[in-house]
């Protein structure tokens, strides 16, 4: 059974940096699609950034393009999400998502595994 494991979440002060990592011990990222979403209090979870291992092809939500990249280290079975200037509104949980149905990437229904999160909390 497929296991993601995150870390790398914490607490930063508006316009710091924080880099997510994803670890799926066991699993062969390489040629996958692989995606983060967050969800952040009373609000439902959203997609923010996925990615097909294999090319590199990546897709955004709108709010975090040009701050959040998603890479994947295939030979070490990880992909992180590097977050630069943050924002209060980034604050959530972010979760690490794997093997697709064949839906939108960007599209909670379209994983079955997931990991526990690891919580982000920005401070203005």
């Known amino acids: 059974q497929v296991q993601l494991v995150e870390s790398g979440g914490g607490s930063v002060p508006a316009g710091g940096s924080v880099r997510l990592s994803c670890a799926a011990p066991g699993y062969f990222v390489r040629n996958t699609w692989m995606a983060w979403f967050r969800q952040a209090p009373g609000k439902e979870r959203e997609g923010v950034a996925c990615?097909?291992?294999?090319?590199?092809?990546?897709r955004y939500i709108d709010p975090v393009k040009g701050r959040f990249t998603i890479s994947p280290d295939n030979a070490e079975n990880i992909v992180y999400l590097q977050m630069n200037s943050l924002k209060p509104e980034d604050t959530a949980i972010y979760y690490c998502a794997a093997q697709t149905t064949g839906g939108p990437c960007l599209t909670d229904s379209t994983y079955r595994t997931w990991g526990r999160g690891t919580q982000v909390t920005v401070s203005s």
């Open positions: 990615i097909y291992t294999g090319s590199g092809f990546a």
